[in-house]
């Protein structure tokens, strides 16, 4: 804080007056250096939450998803018709088949064709977890196309 009297060139015998002024210079200078402190801190925290969000979806099933509309399944292939109903039970082709006879009727499939297409209708109100494991048995055989029905529209 400076203190310095004023001239009294007009005010002779006056009281003397003190000037004070406050010197911002180094204020000013300590909020450039926080606002430089909290841009990197800020940029660094997003790219870190980024990379975060990044590692979370790379992590997980790795799927190959077609681009643009649904693809129509290869009608001169043969295919295999797994319908699953709401009630839980399993249809190959139209015919009512016990679960446990599933693996056979897929090695059979494999053993006639191994590029067999296995298309799986599901009622909307079947269980996901029960489709996966249509899948999954599928797939452990060797069939390895394999596409589900919906409805069109």
């Known amino acids: ?39 990197v801190g800020s940029t660094l925290a997003v790219k870190k939450a980024k990379d975060d969000i990044k590692s979370e979806k790379s992590q997980g099933l790795k799927v190959n998803l077609p681009s643009g509309a649904a693809q129509e399944i290869d009608p001169g292939r043969k295919s295999i018709i797994v319908g699953i109903q709401k009630n839980g039970q399993i249809l190959i082709n139209g015919v009512a088949v016990v679960e446990n006879d599933l693996d056979r009727y897929f090695q059979k ?9 296995v298309v799986i209708k599901a009622d909307a109100g079947v269980n996901h977890g029960r489709v ?3 899948m999954e048995r599928a797939k ?4 390895t196309r394999l596409a589900i029905a919906t409805k069109g529209g």
Do not use: R, Y
Request: charged share 20%; no cysteine; hydrophobic share 55%.
């Open 1 to 39: 804080m400076a203190i310095a009297k004023l001239p009294d060139a007009d005010l002779e015998g006056a009281e003397e007056s003190i000037f004070s002024e406050i010197n911002v210079t180094p204020l000013t200078d300590i909020f450039l250096v926080l606002l430089l402190i909290f841009m």
């Open 109 to 117: 499939a494999f053993d006639t064709d191994k590029e067999t297409q």
């Open 132 to 134: 996966v494991g249509v």
């Open 140 to 143: 452990q055989i060797g069939l």
